[in-house]
């Protein structure tokens, strides 16, 4: 079968490494990929965002089925338009991707399901949405940018100054285009954050095993929030009882509450959560894989994934079991100095060669390229060390282990991820 995956992060080289190890690949192209996935395929140089290039590729190869990674092209409709050429592609279409497209259209469809979420308020203008913040006097609470804002449009404002802020980058200085000129504000939820992804085709919902991401940029969660900075799996925080309630009261009533709506979601969705007092609550959803929580959950899943993804497509996802490794993931990404703001590049990498065929790691590349023989930084994350073992403490010493070998300028790695696990389990 000919793939194309579209993306170039550490999420998209995951995928390609799972992907590669099914018999049923005669061909995989990334678009645009990185210098981990061109190890593995042919990186085709099309942005992730144009769709009609990524389509004459597609129709030019005859792919059999392309595999989207990023949100920008799935929110743009690129299923909608695939599927209008007669190609197979996995990916919910525009209407049902405005989950991550639009927080507000997703918080009134979790109001509509009935979903367990902050309340919250929308706002069109910065004076109606300080007028709200003044008579509500509530702190923390939680402003967020409408649109598309590639994970920097929420902020958890502790006072009214920040708060302000906050609007002011959106309504003002128009930070964020007009992903900002709606804004929604939030309730602070507390809580323990983990992520589950699902596979669905619409009619069958198959979570995934939990992770848990690390969001802000320094250890103990301090600091400014990234795409994030590690992450691991299983999240025992997540106990059995929680996965049904998400089952049960998130994932089945947000697909059933969309097919009312003549909406047929199929592909991978992701319920970022807030659990608190054994409850959980949506934070939000996005409608693909997280990054960098595929790097930790996909290597433990035993099926061959291509028969996962062809049962989306053909919504057959009930025949298939989901198998899991009786295994544990820790990925610590490895970032360039600067990172979330501008940071630094071209930076030369050294170390990744000797940890090559150790089965213990994975070294997912996400920021780096191949340049005179020599394999440098182009990007904030630049590679995320994987380490896999029997349980999360082992997996950790791997990945530390793994991560003291990997060299670059100015390397910045948090030194705690998965330590949260290790408190959950100890209590
Ligand atoms: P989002 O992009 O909506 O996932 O928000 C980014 C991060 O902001 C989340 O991972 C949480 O850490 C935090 N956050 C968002 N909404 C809330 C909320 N209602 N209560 C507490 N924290 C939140
Ligand atoms: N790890 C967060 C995300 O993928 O959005």
């Not at 998400?246 to 009533?253: A, E, G, M, R, W």
């Not at 709506?261 to 970022?272: D, S, V």
């Not at 082992?394 to 070998?405: L, P, Q, W």
Request: with cysteine.
């Amino acid at each position: 079968m000919k793939i194309l995956l579209i993306g170039s992060g550490g999420r998209e080289h995951s995928l390609s490494i799972k992907l590669n190890e099914s018999p049923r690949l005669s061909k995989l192209f990334i678009a645009p990929g990185n210098a981990g996935t061109s190890e593995i395929g042919e990186n085709i140089p099309v942005k992730e965002t144009d769709i009609y290039k990524l389509l004459d590729f597609a129709q030019k190869e005859k792919i059999d089925l392309t595999i989207v990674g990023p949100e920008a092209p799935l929110v743009a409709g690129i299923v909608d338009i695939f599927v209008s050429h007669g190609l197979r592609i996995i990916g919910p279409y525009k209407n049902a991707a405005m989950l991550e497209g639009s927080k507000e259209w997703a918080k009134q469809i979790m109001k509509e399901c009935n979903i367990p979420t902050a309340k919250y308020e929308r706002f069109n203008t910065f004076e109606s949405a300080l007028h709200y913040l003044t008579r509500k006097n509530e702190y923390p609470v939680v402003v967020k940018a409408d649109g598309l804002a590639s994970g920097k449009g929420v902020t958890v404002a502790f006072s009214e100054k920040e708060a302000k802020h906050a609007l002011e980058r959106c309504f003002i200085q128009k930070v964020f285009d007009s992903a900002g000129l709606t804004v929604i504000i939030e309730d602070f939820l507390e809580g323990e954050e983990a992520s589950i992804l699902a596979f669905t085709d619409g009619e069958t919902v198959y979570p995934l095993a939990p992770a848990q991401d690390h969001k802000p940029l320094y250890d103990n969660d301090k600091g400014p929030n990234t795409g994030g900075m590690g992450a691991y799996s299983p999240a025992p925080v997540v106990t059995t009882e929680i996965e049904k309630i998400v089952l049960d009261q998130i994932f089945y009533p947000l697909i059933n509450g969309l097919k009312e709506k003549g909406i047929t979601y199929k592909g991978i969705i992701y319920a970022g959560l807030m659990i608190n007092d054994g409850k959980p609550y949506v934070v939000e959803f996005n409608v693909r894989f997280g990054d960098p929580e595929t790097q930790v959950v996909i290597p433990r899943l035993k099926n061959d994934i291509i028969d996962i993804f062809e049962a989306i497509e053909n919504q057959t996802l009930s025949n298939i079991t989901l198998e899991w490794e009786e295994n544990a993931a820790v990925c610590v990404i490895l970032a360039s100095k600067g990172y979330p703001e501008e940071y630094e590049k071209n930076k030369v990498i050294t170390g990744i060669r000797d940890l090559k065929n150790n089965k213990s790691i994975q070294v997912i590349h996400a920021g780096t390229k191949s340049a005179d023989n020599k394999l440098l930084t182009c990007g904030g994350r630049v590679i995320g060390v994987v380490g896999l073992d029997k349980d999360i403490e082992t997996a950790i010493s791997r990945a530390y282990e793994a991560v003291d070998k990997i060299t670059f300028e100015n390397k910045y790695n948090r030194l705690d991820i998965g330590s949260k696990a290790l408190n959950s389990i100890s209590i």
